[in-house]
């Protein structure tokens, strides 16, 4: 067989093995493991690096309504651009469903949005914020046979989070068509109550925002969140976790038997609510739900991840720009913290962070990193083995990382949208150099090769977390 690509003498990583191994990619495909592959119209040299899938970034903001006069920094062109600086090959964003729209209708607004612009493929998970009747007992359904297979319930954010009871109705519908639910877990109330004593006692600055969204809302919010999961059977996913009580949550629901996956994020490992009170109003560079906690709670996601309490680590990339009346520092925003835009970007630092400090300092070894940054990502949101692994007949999504390049992480080089990245000037060891999406070169020495957006969209099988039968 003569090959499209032959990538050699790299050291081959996935979530279960490491080998040494050319790997020969046809068509899109990878198609051959083996040693001295030489017959291919191209060669890439992979000496001294580690070949490994694609990173998968299952939890990214690209282009959504943010509130009037607000607009997110990213759409589908500079996200996904970012997001292949960074080594991913895929990730899955979010179509908001708003109120009173149909699930079909906000799809066909998020396609448009997408259409011909992502550098990346590209999936949707689907917000449900109005569950009526019709969309639960209709569109769902239908949308979830048809490879739009996860969904996403909010707790809190008024005009977004779902009462008990319409979370239930979601979970048992969930139950039925076999799809996959994300669950952000804070709760509204207490975080209203808490607001409102803040404005009584005049704390308006951006680091009042952590002290109203206390690590107690994460943890009540995560209980029952489980336990409403448990009262139908069904398995979810609870997201962003930041700190070691709703950690815990997750795993005695995992000891009473509940299927159960948990995801954490960068800023729950590098940041804390220190960096949310600045001067000059650069707390707000910081804002995002839930808050960075302390150095704790730091060690305790550590935890999470080495002992595989959390499945996945996603970026929760959602980026605004700092310094523009649309961003972070809008004129209501600088007045008080609650009208500062929730998010921070990430989706390029993502990797390289939990590399440098996971892989590079002994906290986790290189198999964990491939299996929760792209490995679990693809068997939780129906995609594997197709994406998330170095494997004969996978997608030639392939990223090549230095383990020994040092990068200083600086805003201009991660090409997103947002002014601002908060990791600035920290130092990581070890950086993608080369992504291959379906075989062919998209990034190469930190550039992107191509302008034109040759990602695709990608319907999704059902979860392995989910039932056969369901």
């Not at 000037?425 to 190469?444: A, N």
Request: with cysteine; net charge negative.
């Amino acid at each position: 067989m003569r090959f499209d690509t032959v990538i050699r003498h790299g050291t081959v990583v996935t979530a279960s093995d490491t080998f040494v191994s050319d790997v020969g990619i046809k068509d899109g495909r990878i198609v051959a493991l083996a040693a001295e592959l030489t017959d291919a119209d191209e060669v890439i040299d992979a000496t001294g690096l580690f070949v490994m899938p694609g990173g998968i970034d299952s939890h990214v903001h690209l282009d959504q309504p943010s509130g009037d006069g607000i607009v997110m920094a990213d759409d589908f062109d500079s996200g996904t651009r970012s997001a292949a600086i960074g080594g991913n090959s895929t990730v899955l964003a979010f179509c908001m469903q708003e109120k009173g729209q149909s699930l079909r209708e906000a799809l066909k607004i998020y396609h448009a949005k997408a259409e011909g612009k992502c550098h990346v493929d590209v999936a949707f998970h689907l917000v449900i914020t109005d569950p009526t009747p019709e969309v639960l007992g209709q569109e769902l359904p239908a949308l979830v046979e048809d490879g739009y297979t996860s969904l996403k319930v909010f707790m809190t954010y008024e005009g977004l989070r779902l009462r008990d009871d319409e979370i239930l109705a979601t979970l048992d519908t969930a139950r039925r068509t076999g799809a996959l639910v994300m669950v952000h877990c804070e709760n509204e109330d207490a975080i209203r109550y808490l607001i409102g004593r803040h404005e009584e006692e005049g704390k308006f600055a951006p680091k009042f925002h952590a002290t109203t969204r206390p690590v107690a809302a994460e943890r009540e919010a995560t209980h029952r969140a489980l336990s409403l999961a448990e009262i139908v059977d069904v398995p979810i996913v609870i997201v962003h976790v930041s700190n070691r009580e709703a950690m815990e949550e997750i795993r005695r629901a995992r000891q009473r038997g509940q299927k159960i996956a948990g995801e954490t994020c960068p800023q729950y490992l590098m940041l804390t609510a220190d960096d949310l009170d600045q001067t000059e109003m650069e707390g707000a560079k910081y804002v995002c739900s839930p808050p960075p906690r302390d150095k704790t709670s730091q060690e305790a996601c550590w935890e999470g991840l080495e002992q595989g309490v959390f499945d996945l680590f996603s970026s929760d990339h959602c980026p605004f720009r700092f310094d523009a009346p649309e961003g972070k520092l809008n004129e209501k925003g600088k007045r008080h913290f609650r009208w500062i835009p929730n998010g921070i970007p990430g989706v390029a630092t993502r990797l390289p962070i939990l590399f440098s400090e996971g892989v590079m300092k002994g906290r986790i070894d290189i198999n964990q990193f491939v299996a929760v940054t792209s490995t679990n990502h693809a068997k939780l949101y129906g995609l594997y083995p197709r994406k998330g692994t170095i494997a004969i007949g996978a997608d030639a999504d392939i990223a090549l990382w230095d383990p020994d390049k040092r990068v200083t992480l600086t805003n201009d080089i991660l090409q997103h949208g947002a002014d601002y990245t908060p990791y600035e000037g920290q130092e990581v060891r070890g950086w993608p150099v080369h992504l291959l999406l379906g075989g062919e070169t998209i990034v190469k020495d930190g550039l992107l090769t191509q302008q034109k957006g040759r990602g695709s969209y990608l319907l999704r099988n059902r979860s392995s977390l989910v039932p056969r039968d369901a």
